[in-house]
């Protein structure tokens, strides 16, 4: 269950989309290489977002007063009623350990935010106007698909390199 929450939590922060680069795309046609960069931030995002679950997980499955789970669901249970939290033992450190997840949850969204941002400003890994071209040439489903497959690739290829370290160690 807390798994399936926080998965879902990650993939909220995944699909984050950044509107706030309201400019005119070019209208020249988007090149492979503006794909690849557009692509590279989209992976870049997912990365942190995917870092920062795992971070939030462990925060939970590795937190004694959590007993790996199960006492942070039973307090998310009864959360903000104050006599259910009575009847279910809640003590002041759980209080403060589960206000400690929330707000660590709570932050999430900006620094996701913050994250793509400053790698969408950033015109050595992307620009913003390439950023808003490549944003709006997705609407052809033959450039959506170019990037999403390049995004899958990253991904599978990071993940073979986490599994080779992992065997190797």
């Known amino acids: ?12 922060f995944a699909f984050l989309g950044l509107t706030g680069f309201a400019q005119e795309a070019n209208e020249e ?3 492979d ?10 992976f870049l995002t997912a990365q942190f977002v995917n870092d920062k679950t795992e971070e939030l997980k462990n925060m939970i499955s590795g937190n004694e007063i959590f007993q790996g789970g199960a006492r942070y669901n039973e307090i998310k ?32 969204q900006e620094e996701a935010k913050e994250y793509k941002t400053n790698l969408i400003m950033d015109d050595e890994i992307l620009g913003v106007s390439t950023y808003n071209k490549v944003n709006g040439a997705k609407s052809d489903p033959a450039i959506k698909e170019k990037i999403d497959s390049i995004v899958e690739s990253k991904k599978a290829q990071a993940a073979a390199a986490k599994e080779a370290e992992s065997d190797g160690m």
């Open 29 to 31: 046609p988007v090149t």
């Open 1 to 12: 269950m807390i798994m399936k929450k926080v998965l879902l939590f990650g993939a909220f």
């Open 77 to 108: 249970a009864v959360w903000g009623n104050e006599e259910k939290m009575a009847e279910a033992n809640v003590t002041e450190d759980e209080i403060a350990a589960f206000q400690g997840v929330l707000d660590f949850m709570a932050s999430l």
């Open 33 to 42: 290489e503006e794909i690849e960069k557009y692509a590279n931030v989209e």
